[in-house]
T-cell receptor, first 113, second 111 residues
Framework: NAGVMQNPRHLVRRRGQEARLRCSPM?????VYWYRQLPEEGLKFMVY????????ESGMPKERFSAEFPKEGPSILRIQQVVRGDSAAYFC???????????FGPGTRLTVL | SQQGEEDPQALSIQEGENATMNCSYK?????LQWYRQNSGRGLVHLIL?????REKHSGRLRVTLDTSKKSSSLLITASRAADTASYFC???????????FGKGNQVVVIP
């Protein structure tokens, strides 16, 4: 049973470009969470999704950020018009149930030049 | 929103010694989880303790939870060099599995 997969592992973008981060949850997991980690800090919750539904997006910036988890395919975190402050590690986690352990992927490290 | 806070933030010990980390939180929780992160890597889940549990063991790990004091501790016994990592506690709110993480404990185990 493969773990949570994220790609790309490293992403470099220039200011103003778009960044797309992908997350494939563990098999059998229908709950997906995105977190952001700035250097030397803990993870901050961004958004919680189930298939085709956004359950909680209270941690998402109001502008430029969006997330989806379609019926087929991976969950996507999209950042439009990136700025240097978006540089961070973005982690995806999945769980089989809303009250169960969350298993994390290896993360995508976004660098904005 | 609540946030776990680990104490101490940095710990350096000799191989074979025990390492203890503490975490406090502010509101009612459904569960508390501990994770390990090696430098530049993803998070590895270590242990989950539910709000109605007081102590839990997993191999060389021992976690306690005191809901009256809103605190938890993680004990690593007989530490190894491979235990060198950052350790985070994360709390899951009741009815909501959004995790709130602390800033982490950096543990260095000297061979």
């Amino acid at each position: 049973n493969a773990g949570v997969m994220q790609n790309p592992r490293h992403l470099v973008r220039r200011r103003g470009q778009e960044a797309r981060l992908r997350c494939s949850p563990m098999k059998g997991h229908s709950h997906v969470y995105w977190y952001r980690q700035l250097p030397e800090e803990g993870l901050k919750f961004m958004v919680y999704l189930q298939k085709e539904n956004i359950i909680d997006e209270s941690g998402m910036p109001k502008e430029r950020f969006s997330a989806e988890f379609p019926k087929e395919g991976p969950s996507i975190l999209r950042i439009q018009q990136v700025v240097r402050g978006d540089s961070a590690a973005y982690f995806c986690a999945s769980s089989p149930d809303s009250r169960d352990t969350q298993y994390f992927g290896p993360g995508t490290r976004l660098t904005v030049l | 929103s609540q946030q776990g806070e680990e104490d101490p933030q940095a710990l350096s010990i000799q191989e074979g010694e025990n390492a203890t980390m503490n975490c406090s939180y502010k509101t009612s929780i459904n569960n508390l989880q501990w994770y390990r992160q090696n430098s530049g890597r993803g998070l590895v889940h270590l242990i989950l303790i539910r709000s109605n549990e007081r102590e839990k063991h997993s191999g060389r790990l021992r976690v306690t939870l005191d809901t009256s004091k809103k605190s938890s501790s993680l004990l690593i016994t007989a530490s190894r060099a491979a235990d060198t990592a950052s350790y985070f506690c994360a709390t899951g709110l009741d009815g909501n599995n959004r995790l709130a993480f602390g800033k982490g404990n950096q543990v260095v185990v000297i061979p």
